[in-house]
T-cell receptor, first 114, second 111 residues
């Protein structure tokens, strides 16, 4: 069964550093998303991406965050100047159409900011 | 009022029991409803996807949506120890955007 692949599975970074989280969505999917889950809290939407541009973003997704599809297969989330409160699981997801039929999530990257 | 409310549990049931998991929501614009299963430190795995009121069955799972009451349920028949996980309801607006709104999840333990 096709899956969304995320790397790395765990990243530790120093406060103030920049991190890039990487995702390979399912190949025939056109819509891509990033979500995060702070330990013990609900999964929260960050951003959706379609046709090489952001289609929707949440209040969480401020200037500290950016997304990019650098080539035909990868989808990245960059977090600049990381803060302790950025520590969370970050999930990439993709969907064939705009969420019709559901979204497939990756296994996540656990980001720890120290 | 939170948009999506879900009792976090934990819910503990014996093997073979019927499990009922529920969510309520406040936004009448939500039109698409999903249930995800999440194992510890893993990504959510889609179990059920519905977009209309009524029941949808898939194997041991039945999803139920009541839009008039803003209430959705997931039933698991003949529960197995492998069903032990956190179950997340998720829903999204039918008119604009693709962002999912998640419940906090219900932790289920089947023993």
């Amino acid at each position: 069964e096709p899956e969304v692949t995320q790397t790395p599975s765990h990243q530790v970074t120093q406060m103030g550093q920049e991190v890039i989280l990487r995702c390979v969505p399912i190949s025939n999917h056109l819509y891509f998303y990033w979500y995060r889950q702070i330990l013990g809290q609900k999964v929260e939407f960050l951003v959706s991406f379609y046709n090489n541009e952001i289609s929707e973003k949440s209040e969480i997704f401020d200037d500290q965050f950016s997304v990019e599809r650098p080539d035909g297969s990868n989808f990245t989330l960059k977090i600049r100047s990381t803060k302790l409160e950025d520590s969370a699981m970050y999930f990439c997801a993709s969907s064939e159409r705009g969420g019709v039929g559901g979204y497939t999530f990756g296994s996540g990257t656990r980001l720890t900011v120290v | 009022q939170k948009e999506v409310e879900q009792d976090p549990g934990p819910l503990s049931v014996p093997e073979g029991a019927i499990v009922s998991l529920n969510c309520t929501y406040s936004n009448s614009a939500f039109q698409y409803f999903m249930w995800y299963r999440q194992y510890s430190r893993k990504g959510p795995e889609l179990l059920m996807y519905t977009y209309s009121s009524g029941n949808k069955e898939d194997g041991r799972f039945t999803a139920q949506v009541d839009k008039s009451s803003k209430y959705i349920s997931l039933f698991i028949r003949d529960s197995q120890p492998s069903d032990s996980a956190t179950y997340l309801c998720a829903m999204r607006n039918g008119n604009s955007g693709y962002a999912l709104n998640f419940g906090k999840g219900t932790s289920l333990l089947v023993t």
